[in-house]
């Protein structure tokens, strides 16, 4: 795994490769499949249905990257939650049919990448990719949509919304010389 730079531009690097991300949980992760900027299917599975999906023979078939939020220390005391976590970082890097390629992405790496700063939060994250598209769907987020008139990112919830910040992080990042 490779320290990765982040381009400015949130688009930039959305070539023909798909990525799946994931947002890492001690029971559940969310999960988000992209293929440039276009969000193919999201959700928020249990952690032993995500490393079921990670080993897909697809995966291997059709050029997919896989990138996963990684735990960062700040210096903090932390608890069991974070510590399964973490296990299940590794399982799902080992999991992948080339672990080697796995990238690990840090909280802060998408807030500077879609935010501009650390100091986001997570419903300035959520803005943020929600800027990023066009207002197509319906009600009152029509980039988000309703059910009769959905929009680009229709039925993305809860923890998938940070997988698709790892998405688009990943997609603009490029490989240190």
Known sequence: M???DVALDPMAG???MATLAIDPGP???GWCYMRGNELLDSGVWTN???LDFVQ???FQ???TRLAVEMIASYGMPVGKDVFETCLWIGRYVQAWHNPMTVRLVYRKDVKMHLCGTNTAKDSNVRQAIIDLYPATGGGATPQIGIKAKPGPLYGVSSHAWPAIGVALTVQ???PQA
């Open 172 to 174: 603009a990042q490029r």
């Open 48 to 50: 032993e249905d995500m």
């Open 56 to 58: 897909h023979r697809q």
């Open 14 to 16: 959305t070539g023909r």
């Open 61 to 63: 078939i059709n050029p």
């Open 2 to 4: 490779k320290q990765m």
């Open 27 to 29: 029971q559940q992760s």
